[in-house]
């Protein structure tokens, strides 16, 4: 059962999209408190957790098909800005519940072009946000100021700042927020970390960390926008640029989609696949609610074309306690994690594990003094946390620091040089040119900051 969260009743009028928001995400507009509607009573149908879907691309259904696999929730809204996209949501929300609808099921799945008019809903009670890269920040902020929990998917935001004004606005709203790093959630994940953090491979001396690469794309003739997106929403906080169907996503099919490759929207596979396997690589090390000292890196950029983020890199961050990290292409480490220790080595990927000495992978894990939490299903881990109000397997913390070590080593990609940071004070040395990289304006109306 979820704890009686009772709060005071709102005395203002039913809210707006206008008085919601007024016209960005702001920290100065007074949010009304919420009474969810899963304190409503025991056995009611109201107890079942409300979920809204803000984002249902490519992802995005993904997510929402695995939600729909709980009985002690319900998505009732989704929000997307392609009207074909939330309308093939809507419904692979509609026809789950059609043929298995939970008991006392009486709400249908509505929809919102706008995150802003799911948000004011008092009868949401969590969201999914599956928004590019460039836009989860100002959704996740604005979710836990309207009085919802969160589920959003990696990397946790485009910028360094906005992860910190993220967990602020977690600290501040009591929110639960559970990042979409599922690799915390795999058994073979946690037993990588937990023999590594328990010294079974000896002095822990380097790490490395590979995955696939970015493929560079053509020059794109600018395209009429469709009419079911609204494309000057869909840009929101980023840079003006004309439309052209490879900078979006694909509009006849759920293929990979175009802003994965370019920088204005996102940071390329650095953030991609680097936050899964990054957030491992700190959890194994015992430096997860911290970060590297030192950062030097190089990398190939595509020279002509639509898409241009990172192919070919090499990155090498250095730890306070010594440790190596060296993050790369498949092309020159392998895929996932390989932790390597003065008397040992675990290499673990997806489905995979592999130990030095293979004795190793049936080690008495109940010996051990650290301990990891266990989570068996992200999203189940998810529920649980909102219901029980404690820190679920990957919170907002965590989920900051893995993406800030991606994001220092984008920016050492682009500068090409070695830079000195503070974890602590999450601050360079000396350094402007690096330091306006933490953060980037936002395009008008939108700001964190109103």
């Known amino acids: 059962m979820i704890p009686n969260r009772i709060m005071k009743k709102s005395s203002l009028s039913p809210l707006t999209r206008r008085a919601f928001l007024r016209g960005a995400v702001s920290a100065a507009v007074a949010m009304p408190t919420l009474v969810p509607s899963i304190v409503l009573g025991a056995n009611a149908p109201s107890n079942r957790i409300t979920l809204g879907c803000i984002g249902v691309g490519r992802m995005g259904r993904g997510d929402a098909k695995d939600f729909l696999r709980f009985t002690n929730i319900q998505i009732i809204a989704v929000c997307d800005v392609d009207s074909k996209r939330m309308a ?43 928004s590019p890269d460039h836009w989860h920040a100002l959704h996740a902020i604005a979710a836990v100021r309207a009085g919802k929990d969160v589920f959003v998917q990696k990397p946790m935001t485009y910028t360094i700042a906005e992860g910190r004004q993220l967990c602020e606005a977690v600290g501040r709203t009591g929110r639960i927020l559970q990042v979409g790093s599922q690799q915390r959630s795999d058994a073979k994940f946690r037993l990588a970390c937990e023999l590594v953090r328990n010294g079974r491979i000896g002095k822990l001396q380097t790490v490395k960390v590979g995955f696939g ?22 840009l929101g906080p980023a840079p003006e640029a004309p439309y052209t169907e490879n ?15 370019i ?23 015992g430096v997860e609610r911290s970060g590297p000292v030192t950062i030097q890196a190089h990398a190939e950029f595509p020279s002509r074309g639509l898409w241009n983020v990172h192919s070919r890199f090499h990155i090498e961050y250095g ?16 895929q996932g994690v390989e932790f390597i220790g003065s008397e040992g080595r675990v290499h673990v990927r997806r489905g995979f594990i592999e130990t030095e000495p293979e004795s190793l992978l049936h080690a008495d894990l109940q010996s051990h003094k650290d301990r990891l939490p266990v989570s068996r299903d992200h ?14 397997i990957a919170p907002v913390e965590i989920g900051h620091r893995s993406n800030t070590a991606c994001v220092l080593g984008s920016i050492a990609m682009r500068l ?13 040395a000396n350094d402007a040119e690096a330091t306006a990289l933490l953060s980037r304006p936002m395009r008008a109306p939108w700001s964190l900051h109103g």
């Open 247 to 261: 900078r979006v996503h694909p509009q006849h099919d759920y293929g990979r989609p175009g802003w994965l490759r």
């Open 263 to 285: 920088q204005d929207y996102c940071h390329g596979m650095i953030t991609g696949w680097g936050s899964h396997h990054m957030d491992i690589a700190q959890w194994g090390m």
């Open 319 to 334: 730890y306070a306690n010594g440790v190596q990290l060296i993050c790369a292409g498949t092309d020159e480490n392998k």
């Open 213 to 234: 690469l970015d493929p560079s794309g053509e020059i794109e003739p600018d395209m009429a926008v469709p009419a079911n997106l609204n494309y000057n929403f869909w």
């Open 416 to 428: 090409g040089r070695r830079l000195s940071w503070d974890p602590a004070n999450e601050s360079f």
């Open 379 to 392: 999203k189940g881990n998810f529920l649980e946390s909102i219901r029980s109000r404690k820190d679920p």
């Open 88 to 130: 093939d949501g809507k419904t692979l929300v509609d026809q789950h519940y059609a043929t298995g609808a939970p008991t006392g099921t009486d709400r249908g799945c509505s929809e919102h072009g706008d995150f802003r008019d799911l948000l004011a809903r008092s009868d949401i009670d969590a969201v999914s946000i599956v």
